[in-house]
């Protein structure tokens, strides 16, 4: 019986707004990583090849950078979530976890910043072939996830600089670190296929 | 009605419906045509009657979302409209210069129209949907500008709601890509690119954010849904529309000389448009649901969820049919693509200024509870048999169109048929559709009879 009465945490956490999308999203993602396999299988020389002219060590630098941003990110939500602090605290160390969080945001678009400009100074384009197609469509996209995601974590941001998260109420906050690691999680599947899987 | 000025609203409603009229008129004639191609030949030829038929359908939606958006912007902004006068002249010049345009078209030959036009100082004329004369179009622009400008006034010095901003910035978006209409090329790869903002963008993101408004506005009216409930779902439903229908332009890049990434992008974004679609029948449902009033305009709540329903079924389900490069490589330009058109534009378009005029007309005419039961039931008649009409006409053209396809299209140059000869063979689908182009029409008489059922006097 007292079981039932501990209020439980909602689950899937966030708004239920946020599952909609994030479904959309891995559909949209799934479907391109699908056609990604396909082409491949098709013309397994054209991708073999024209992968070697992706830079691997930028792409891992990314993958580290996604990663530790959304462990910040988690930092955040617990703090909120935290029963040993105080409204101003958790708000306070959240918002600091979360400044961290959108710095590394920024690190990777200035990362991929500099390698679409290294790769358009080589001539590559949509058109060069299909590898460097997909190649430019998944991280072009995904970039732009980023680039949302950062402006989201933002606006959590201020809200915790107004303490505007408490224990009982921080759906927004969740919600925001679900897409998050939504991003996150597209970039975990994308490296590896794109850059790496010979 | 809370504010005298929405009453500009009244004109724009009834001149879309007698458009509507006109427009349904022209279609059956069409249609007529596929079955006795020489049917009021030379009078009225088939080139001429499909470019009344939509330019109409065009005007009449303007004036529909015109007419719905006076209505709905006093009470949003709770305030008057900014300038009802400017409104009522923006109707007599809109009115006017589609009138002769129209009559353009039918008395005067194509290519004299754009000699006594002057299309050379300014070539504009001579593209699908975009065949109004550059004078024409000038004026269009000019109509839509003070249009928005009125509509943009009235909001800014009054309230501001998630309503009014998203039908707004479906408005501006309205008009900047109707910008596009006088971008001309004369390589025809450049000018079909262009000619897509114009087309696509209009009915596959600007206006569906118009939609989502318009729809939102008669829910929370009808149902006395929370606002804040409202606005969350329409956000979603915006986001969706324009990161799906802006990247989904692609589809209409599909081997008409544009490259070939086209084809994933558009394959796959425009996948993900019969989302918002969707998610726009569970947003109705949900917000009726969970109503709050019982309003006794129930035929107005019936449209809303029609509109919800068979705007899915149109632009969702009929549209992805052939949105994959792969099977729109055979379907290009047959008549599933007719089929598409007429259920997405009747079902989201078409049925939302039902929705809006079954709500305010009768608000407009001093009935503040609806219309009586007795003509209620009179236009729950109409709905159906409107609806049924055009679902009915749009399955013959479905059918008509996998046939063309099996017949014309899929078979090798060697023994694939020609299209006059699969036409032929195709007749007696045509005359079911036409069967169902009179039911529609009919449905309309009746829906325009029931603006005429007396209200039933109570015995005291």
Redesign the interface.
Known sequence: MQSNQVSREPYPPG?F?IW??IY?EL??FG??FV?YAFSRKADILTFNNSQLALNKTSGFIDTLILITSSYFIVKAVHAIKSSNLSLQEANHIASKWLLAAIAFGGMFLVNKFLEFSAIFGQGIT??TNKFF??YL?LTMFHFMHVTLGTVILFNIFKKTKKDGYSKEDHRGLETGAVYWHLVDLLWIVLFPLVYIIR | MKYSSQMVAKPYFIFALILLAGEILFGITMSIQYIYGDFLFPMLPFNVLRMVHVNLLIVLLLFGFMGATYYLIPEEAERELWSPLLAKITFWVFVVAGVLTILGYLFVPYAELTKLTMNDLWPTMGREFLEQPTITKLGIVLVVVSYIFNVTMTVIKGRTTTISIILLTGLFGLAFFFLFAFEFSDNMITDKFFWWFVVHLWVEATWELILGALLAFVLVKLTGVDREHIDKWLYLIIAMTLIAGLAGTGHHFFYIGLPGYWLWIGSIASAAEPIPFFLMILFAYNMIKNRRIQDDNKIALTWAKGTAVVGFLGAGVWGFMHTLAPVDYYTHGTQLTAAHAHLSFFGAYVMICFTLISYAMPILRGRPHGNCAKAQKVELTSFWLMVIGMIGLTLALTVAGVMQIEMQRIPDSAHAMAFMDVQAKLSTIYIIRSLFGVMTFVGLLVYFYSFFVKEERVAI
Do not use: Y
């Open positions: 708004d707004a909609i999308v959309v559909v949209t479907l391109l056609g949509l058109s197609m997909f469509l």
